[in-house]
């Protein structure tokens, strides 16, 4: 029964991190771009501080649930099964998202919002990358949490795949912490991106 509720409150923070990301990515960002100057202020002083709140810490939480119903289930992160390929990929990008937003995207928004010192166009580019890669992610986290739901041992590939699937993460992952935004710079960029990415990976993870 604990392990239903966990899930239940794992999937309804998720909903609150996913859609406040998406809404970011897909709406705010494209406004700001239009907006009057006074408009975009008045945004930045009152609407961006709680879209914020409500994005950063319901990543925290799906991610707490998250780390519990890893250990629930039983998964051996060190093991590398080829039947867990989903779990395990979808677990280590769900991480770098959580990452990303507590370590790259707050802090340097805190400078975009002018609510602490420093560069606002650097900070600025530097939470746009690390948010068009957690959408860019959104995508095979999401395969990695249906799929792994009672369909674990539907992997078809081998370790060698399920390698590359988890090396290809962590190569995105850097990217967004050393790179450039590529073909996330628009929202059609950035989707289609995503979807080619989670096709990649299930491909990864059956054929090779």
């Known amino acids: 029964m604990a392990d239903f509720f966990v899930r239940y409150f794992h ?23 239009e907006a009057e100057a006074d ?7 009152k609407l961006a501080p709680r879209a914020l709140w409500w994005f950063r810490w319901g990543a925290m939480f799906t991610f707490l649930t998250g780390l519990y119903l890893l250990h629930a289930v039983g998964v051996d992160i060190m093991a ?19 990452l990303n937003v507590w370590l790259i995207i707050w802090p340097n928004q805190q400078v975009v919002l002018g609510m602490k010192e420093g560069d606002g166009p650097s900070s600025a580019a530097k939470a746009g990358l690390a948010s068009r890669t957690n959408t860019l992610f959104s ?13 674990a041992g539907m992997v078809n590939g081998t370790a060698t795949g399920l390698y590359a699937a988890l090396a290809l993460v962590v190569l995105l992952e850097a990217n967004a912490l050393f790179g450039k935004q590529g073909p996330m710079t628009t929202v059609r960029g950035v989707i289609v991106s995503s979807l080619v990415l989670t096709a990649v990976i299930f491909a990864l993870l059956n054929h090779l």
């Open 11 to 33: 999937v309804l923070f998720g909903i609150v991190w996913i859609g406040m990301l998406y809404y970011f990515n897909f709406v705010q960002t494209e406004y700001f771009k």
């Open 39 to 45: 408009a975009k202020k008045d945004a930045m002083a």
């Open 80 to 98: 590398m099964e080829p039947a867990r390929g989903y779990i395990l990929v979808g677990a280590l990008a769900g991480t770098f998202m959580f």
């Open 139 to 151: 995508g095979p986290m999401l395969l990695g949490m249906l799929a792994s739901a009672g369909h």
